[in-house]
């Protein structure tokens, strides 16, 4: 907590020793701003203080879907098996990347089937891990396989693929998204070499590399070496052994405008580097309530992993839950999804298996315009101009993809 404070003390220093650029209309008014526009030292820093959208300004998501993808028994395209993606393309279609079959399959904007690219496999145009997808500024889907560091790049006019493998170092990579030229920037989910080499238990939050690989899957820059995810750690056998540590904070990433954003979720702030580690923007959010984990939060999450554990393990499991070093405070947002016009969705923090309902929209200036609500169940992969597009689960955990109209006023 103490650190919490005086990491917002400083930021808030630091923007009050600049002079002021661009504020909203609202000043001329007598009132306080909605949001403060500072340069210091090259760094524009924006401190956002309410919402700054008006009336009839806000974003609505439609009350009914447009379309949905997907069903319990239908045609094989149909039946999905591990929705790790999912792309909206320029024509209005959607390409939805499946890591149970190896597949990635697009529909129309009707959602009708297309075509479908790709296996499971570790040869030429198979996949072994689907991990996320996106599409680049000329429309290119591209595609991320985890195990086989491999990225895709798919025409969605014909399902043409190209693919390149990256490097071998750093290790454990997962994607942040692609920038013109075909150069890939991934980060590190965490700091492996670290973690089986730590000697002493307890929590730890080790700097993970956020890197950039060329079309050619050679390594570039390290754009940043933020702090990574908090994990649990043990020796055992004089090895460290891992384990997540619950509502505890992680590096989010996205990539908009061609720069890199990054949060480490522990205090309400954003950053934008450039591609060569400059960083441009800070991007300061208000405090969102209270955020001090609470027992009930901690229960629910507990019995949401027992869900699968047999009734002769229940007690042992619950015991090792119960031990965990829980945080204080849970983290102060969530996901980044990147939209259409370089806008970003920042979500509020949920535990991995809820969807985040509530998400705010910052404008390409860095301004907090306001929150949208998301249907319940919803979890959202991606935003585009006019609709969003995400997974909904039934009672038998199937899923299906849909599609929400997004009014923006």
Same mark, same amino acid.
């Given at each position: 907590? #103490?650190? +919490?404070?005086?990491?917002?003390?400083?930021?808030?220093?630091?923007?009050?020793?600049?002079? /002021?650029?661009?504020?909203?209309?609202?000043?001329?008014?007598?009132?306080?701003?909605?949001?403060?526009?500072?340069?210091? #030292?090259?760094?524009?820093?924006?401190?956002?203080? =309410?919402?700054? !959208?008006?009336?009839?300004?806000?974003?609505?998501?439609?009350?009914?879907?447009?379309?949905?993808?997907?069903?319990?028994?239908?045609?094989?395209?149909?039946?999905?098996?591990?929705?790790?993606? %999912?792309?909206?393309?320029?024509?209005?279609?959607?390409?939805?990347?499946?890591?149970?079959?190896?597949?990635?399959?697009?529909?129309?904007?009707?959602?009708?089937?297309?075509?479908?690219?790709?296996?499971?496999?570790?040869?030429?145009?198979?996949?072994?891990?689907?991990?996320?997808?996106?599409?680049?500024?000329?429309?290119?889907? !591209?595609?991320?396989?985890?195990?086989?560091?491999? /990225?895709?790049?798919?025409?969605?006019?014909?399902?043409?693929?190209?693919?390149?493998?990256?490097?071998?170092?750093?290790?454990?990579?997962?994607?942040?998204?692609?920038? @013109?030229?075909?150069?890939?920037?991934?980060?590190?989910?965490?700091?492996?070499?670290?973690?089986?080499?730590?000697?002493?238990?307890?929590?730890?939050?080790?700097?993970?590399?956020?890197?950039?690989?060329?079309?050619?899957? +050679?390594?570039?820059?390290?754009?940043? #070496?933020?702090?990574? +995810?908090?994990?649990? *750690?043990?020796?055992?056998?004089?090895?460290?052994?891992?384990?997540?540590?619950?509502?505890?904070?992680?590096?989010?990433?996205?990539?908009?405008?061609? =720069?890199?954003?990054?949060?480490?979720?522990?205090? @309400?702030?954003?950053?934008?580097?450039?591609?060569?580690?400059?960083?441009?923007?800070?991007?300061?959010?208000?405090?969102?309530?209270?955020?001090?984990?609470?027992?009930?939060?901690?229960?629910?999450?507990? %019995?949401?992993?027992?869900?699968?554990?047999?009734?002769?393990?229940?007690?042992?499991?619950?015991?090792?839950?119960?031990?965990?070093?829980?945080?204080?405070?849970?983290?102060?947002?969530?996901?980044?999804?990147?939209?259409?016009?370089?806008?970003?969705?920042?979500?509020?923090?949920?535990?991995?298996? /809820?969807?985040?309902? +509530?998400?705010? *929209?910052?404008?390409?200036?860095? /301004?907090?315009?306001?929150?949208?609500?998301?249907?319940?169940?919803?979890?959202?992969?991606?935003?585009?101009?006019? =609709?969003?597009?995400?997974?909904?689960?039934?009672?038998?955990?199937?899923?299906?993809?849909?599609?929400? @109209?997004?009014?923006?006023?």
């Amino acid at each position: 907590m #103490a650190g +919490r404070t005086r990491s917002i003390r400083l930021i808030l220093l630091l923007s009050m020793l600049v002079s /002021v650029e661009c504020c909203d209309s609202s000043a001329e008014r007598g009132e306080q701003p909605a949001y403060v526009i500072r340069d210091s #030292a090259d760094v524009t820093i924006v401190e956002n203080r =309410r919402p700054s !959208w008006s009336a009839d300004a806000v974003w609505r998501i439609a009350p009914d879907p447009s379309h949905r993808i997907g069903r319990r028994q239908g045609r094989p395209e149909e039946e999905f098996a591990g929705v790790a993606a %999912a792309v909206p393309l320029a024509d209005g279609g959607i390409a939805v990347a499946d890591e149970g079959s190896g597949q990635i399959r697009f529909f129309d904007n009707l959602g009708n089937f297309v075509r479908s690219v790709g296996s499971r496999g570790n040869g030429p145009g198979e996949f072994t891990m689907l991990a996320d997808a996106g599409s680049t500024p000329d429309g290119t889907v !591209w595609v991320y396989d985890f195990a086989l560091r491999r /990225v895709s790049w798919i025409a969605p006019s014909d399902g043409r693929l190209a693919s390149l493998t990256l490097g071998p170092e750093p290790p454990v990579l997962a994607a942040t998204g692609a920038l @013109p030229g075909r150069s890939f920037v991934l980060r590190q989910l965490w700091g492996a070499a670290r973690t089986a080499g730590a000697t002493r238990e307890g929590i730890r939050r080790d700097p993970v590399a956020v890197v950039r690989f060329d079309s050619t899957g +050679r390594l570039r820059d390290t754009i940043a #070496a933020p702090p990574g +995810r908090e994990v649990v *750690i043990r020796v055992e056998d004089g090895r460290g052994v891992m384990t997540r540590r619950p509502f505890g904070a992680d590096l989010v990433t996205a990539i908009r405008d061609g =720069r890199i954003v990054m949060g480490r979720q522990d205090v @309400p702030v954003l950053e934008e580097f450039t591609v060569d580690g400059t960083l441009r923007r800070r991007i300061v959010l208000p405090e969102r309530g209270d955020r001090r984990l609470q027992s009930a939060e901690i229960e629910a999450y507990m %019995a949401r992993q027992l869900v699968d554990v047999s009734a002769e393990r229940q007690p042992s499991v619950r015991s090792e839950l119960a031990s965990l070093p829980y945080p204080e405070e849970m983290p102060a947002y969530g996901r980044l999804v990147p939209g259409a016009g370089d806008y970003l969705w920042v979500s509020q923090w949920t535990p991995a298996d /809820v969807p985040a309902r +509530r998400w705010s *929209i910052i404008d390409p200036r860095g /301004v907090w315009l306001g929150d949208i609500e998301l249907p319940a169940g919803f979890r959202l992969l991606a935003v585009a101009d006019d =609709r969003i597009v995400g997974v909904e689960r039934d009672d038998l955990d199937t899923e299906t993809v849909v599609v929400y @109209p997004l009014d923006k006023a």
